[in-house]
């Protein structure tokens, strides 16, 4: 377990403050990413990595996300304190934190059990209850479905059919879909049981989504 110390805080300041410059406005996410010790996701020996605002390799050939694209992501989610929603790609954890910040309603989902065991172990030593699952959230989480915002954290070849179906009407999904290069960030708004609305944003790079409607494990 780690401590979060002065130093660490002035730290996330400093990162919070790129953010901003950056374009990110939502207070309730700066605010998240400044409470969230990012430094607890790293060894203690990367520990200036942990508050620049970049990706990190976090094992098994994926990665913590960057925390402009954290951010980015959250901010486009518009999370109110009611909101459940559910995370595609737990990773190293911290992505859910945020989450957690803003709502104590959060399920997520990892593919690759290494990473989901060591995950679980994470929230449980510092104390948090996201609910976790170990599976192919490309399929999303039908048995807990609907869910009033979807984030989906790893490059999806195209939007998941099954995915918008596990929406609330008036839900939101957030999915970054493209080829393995680049991706363009999706803002997908249930309109109606049948009716969508589609924004474009940026370019990101992620690692892929794998699975049933992702990119084989095959292919890679
Ligand atoms: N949100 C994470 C964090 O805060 O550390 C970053 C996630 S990393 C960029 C993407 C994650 O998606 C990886 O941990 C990967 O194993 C996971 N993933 C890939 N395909 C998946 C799938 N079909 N279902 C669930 N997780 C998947």
Same mark, same amino acid.
């Given at each position: 377990?780690?401590?979060? *110390? ?42 200036? %990595? ?11 050939? %994926?990665?913590?996300? %960057? ?9 486009? *989610? ?7 929603? *559910? ?14 910040? *803003? ?8 593919? $690759? ?80 049981? $049948? ?23 095959? $292919?890679?």
């Amino acid at each position: 377990m780690q401590v979060d *110390l002065y130093k660490h805080k002035g730290m996330r300041r400093a990162l919070v403050k790129q953010l901003r410059d950056k374009g990110i406005r939502d207070e309730r996410v700066l605010a998240a990413i400044e409470t969230v010790p990012r430094h607890f996701f790293f060894e203690k020996a990367f520990l200036e %990595q942990a508050y620049q605002d970049k990706a990190f390799p976090i094992g098994e050939g %994926q990665t913590i996300s %960057q925390p402009y694209t954290v951010a980015f992501q959250t901010e486009l *989610l518009k999370l109110k304190p009611t909101d459940k929603v *559910l995370e595609i790609g737990t990773g190293s954890g911290y992505q859910c934190c945020v989450l957690l910040q *803003l709502t104590p309603k959060v399920y997520t989902i990892e593919y $690759n059990k290494p990473l989901y065991e060591k995950a679980v172990k994470f929230f449980k030593t510092y104390g948090l209850f996201p609910h976790t699952f170990h599976g192919d959230g490309s399929q999303g989480l039908p048995a807990h479905a609907p869910y009033d915002k979807i984030i989906v954290t790893a490059g999806a070849p195209g939007i998941p059919k099954t995915l918008v179906s596990q929406l609330t009407i008036g839900g939101i999904l957030v999915i970054p879909v493209g080829g393995e290069s680049s991706q363009k960030m999706l803002r997908i708004t249930r309109t109606g049981e $049948n009716d969508f609305t589609r924004e474009e944003f940026a370019d990101f790079k992620f690692v892929p989504l794998l699975g049933k409607s992702g990119w084989e494990a095959d $292919n890679l």
